[in-house]
């Protein structure tokens, strides 16, 4: 073997180290490295200890109430046992809750179902998102079947933060898709007014904007138009969402060679099937990364939704440490809610990574 | 829309162009009988690519006329939709969709403007793959493709729009070069079979061997125009030697 190697002007490929050797050699190399990675080590098994101590070992499960977290000195669980419903439900009346967690589950398997390729078409997703919205506004709503109504202004907790989100999502993207599309015009005028618009919303903070559209729009419409304080608030974040959403597609649209739409127009392709069938599809892929970064940052942001008056999952959260008993357990609230948000925004980044490599396949 | 032979399928007259206030085209004119082939060669800078991209308007004409297959280019949307569907380019980058696969570049066209059914299309589509001896590769995404198997894609995505006339803008000049064979192999079976071809191109031998006539541009304007074996073995223009002198000298 040796032989035919040398005569070929081959070599054994380079061994790579061992786990040990490579730890050795990374972190252990000179007595100084030793003593700031044992320091560390140290440092980090610390924490992990005080946070577990807190979290699990000294902590009061469901069956506790409030005197019994007094006593103790970890974590009090108890409150989230005891006020969950509120956490998640907000003012929704407490007899007809079981429709809120209906709804709730509805919006998520709307988001679910749209999440996957098959159903990726000009058909079947406006489908989807018409059928998971009528379930839920149904729901969430009443007012048939012997279900009684529900106000808008009592629905909270976690469906109204997911049926913000997903509604700012859903409708911000196609004004996105249509505002970048008119910034590129060839016509000057649209093409700077537009660019005016954009820049003029970007430059509004989110506040401002939902304050707007909550408080000074109905002075400034004719009553009929001015429809629910929440869908007033859903259209400003939709808007101010989009503008953002339209800047990312823009830079995923200028990413694509001029020769893409030249060889489409070659073809006799019009317009709308240059856009729809080459340069979109290939601008979303480039803007892929920014736009799940806009959609995860959009969710975190409904919890602004809060100062206009709706209880959405941080605002009930707040709710539910806010009586005498549950006072001091501020913390364990905050990490139920953190948790929450977690669960939703790390399964959408890694969905985004899903995406990039599924993507990737198809384009090399 | 059909052109006998001898029937006139290009015809410009004194064609100009300008990218704001500079000139690049100036008074410009060719007439191209269905079934010639025409190469079209100069020097960089010369307005061969902005010649040809005139004639299926991805570029805009000042003055002049063009005609192509009877029609007049003119500003209307609808009418150069109209004679691009029968009027294949090929690029010198290739522009094929990268998010699609071969097949898909190749009915994608047929389907949207033809109007063809997804199976018509896809039969012809494979019909015209193995016209460029590439049928295996159909499920493939063009970045799996080396540049002349891509370039050998983008000629059967024109031809699946049965074009009546082919225009070909620096074909080979993006390719290493042991791939352009392959690419000329194909534009020459082309040619046999009676297409009309205007080529931007420096292949010399492409250009003797299938070449009806050959136009020489320099600075925009039109400096010679003759047969092949006129043009390579007695160029009347003291341009036309020079260039040549250039591009065959070594």
């Known amino acids: ?364 | 829309m059909s052109t006998q032979s001898g029937e006139i399928a290009v015809d410009v007259k004194s064609l100009a162009k300008f990218y704001g206030a500079h000139q690049v085209l100036f008074d410009v004119s060719l007439s191209v009988a269905a079934g010639e082939k025409i190469v079209i060669c100069g020097p960089s800078g010369s307005g061969k690519s902005t010649f040809i991209r005139c004639l299926n308007k991805l570029e805009d004409h000042q003055a002049g006329t063009i005609r192509m297959l009877g029609t007049e280019l003119n500003e209307d949307l609808a009418n150069i939709n109209e004679i691009r569907r029968d009027v294949g380019m090929v690029f010198q980058h290739f522009n094929l969709f990268p998010h699609l696969t071969v097949l898909e570049n190749c009915v994608l066209a047929p389907m949207l403007v033809r109007r063809q059914d997804r199976k018509a299309a896809e039969e012809q589509a494979m019909l015209y793959l193995e016209r460029v001896k590439i049928p295996q590769k159909a499920g493939s995404y063009p970045g799996e493709l080396s540049g002349g198997q891509q370039q050998r894609v983008a000629i059967a995505r024109a031809l699946c729009m049965r074009p009546e006339i082919m225009l070909f803008d620096e074909p080979t000049s993006a390719l290493d070069p042991e791939m352009i064979s392959e690419v000329l192999d194909v534009m020459i079976e082309l040619a046999q079979d009676g297409m009309t071809m205007l080529c931007v191109t420096h292949e010399m031998g492409f250009a003797r061997k299938v070449a009806d006539r050959v136009v020489f541009m320099d600075k925009g304007r039109i400096v010679e125009e003759a047969a092949p074996s006129d043009f390579f073995d007695n160029p009347r223009h003291e341009r036309s030697k020079l260039f040549l002198s250039q591009i065959l000298g070594h």
């Open chain 1, 1 to 364: 073997m040796s032989n035919v190697a040398i005569v070929s002007g081959e070599i054994p490929p380079p061994r790579h180290d061992t786990f040990l050797a490579a730890v050795r050699k990374g972190y252990f190399a000179t007595p100084g490295a030793a003593a700031v990675t044992s320091v560390c080590l140290a440092l980090i098994a610390l924490a992990v200890w005080t946070v577990f101590r807190w979290a699990v070992l000294d902590a009061v499960w469901s069956s506790g109430g409030p005197d019994m977290c007094q006593q103790a000195t970890g974590a009090c669980w108890a409150v989230i046992a005891a006020r969950w419903r509120l956490i998640f439900f907000g003012l929704y009346p407490y007899d007809e809750q079981w429709r809120s967690a209906l709804a709730c589950a509805a919006i998520l398997a709307t988001v679910v179902v749209s999440c996957f390729p098959f159903s990726w078409s000009a058909k079947r997703l406006p489908l989807v998102w018409i059928a998971g919205y009528g379930v839920f506004y149904g729901l969430m709503r009443g007012g048939f079947l012997g279900l009684p109504t529900v106000l808008e202004t009592q629905w909270g907790g976690l469906s109204l933060t997911l049926f913000v989100f997903s509604t700012v999502v859903v409708t911000g993207m196609p004004i996105a898709v249509c505002l970048a599309l008119l910034r590129r015009s060839r016509l000057p005028v649209i093409a700077r007014t537009v660019a005016v618009l954009i820049d003029g919303i970007r430059s509004l903070p989110l506040v401002a904007i939902l304050f707007t559209a909550a408080i000074i729009i109905p002075y400034a419409l004719p009553h009929f138009l001015v429809g629910d304080k929440l869908y007033r608030v859903i259209a400003g974040f939709s808007l101010f969402f989009a503008v953002y959403q339209a800047e990312i597609i823009r830079g995923g649209m200028q990413a694509l060679p001029a020769g893409q739409e030249e060889a489409a127009h070659a073809l006799g392709l019009n317009y709308w099937q240059t856009m729809s069938r080459i340069v979109l599809p290939q601008a979303f892929r480039h803007a892929l990364p920014p736009t799940i970064n806009q959609v995860v940052i959009t969710f975190m942001e409904t919890s602004l939704i809060v100062i206009i008056g709706f209880f959405e999952v941080m605002a009930s959260g707040n709710a539910a440490f806010s009586t005498a008993e549950w006072s001091a357990t501020y913390v364990e609230v905050y990490v139920f809610v953190a948790a929450i948000y977690f669960a939703f925004t790390f399964t959408l980044s890694r969905y985004g990574a899903y995406l990039e490599r599924r993507l990737n396949v198809a384009r090399h």
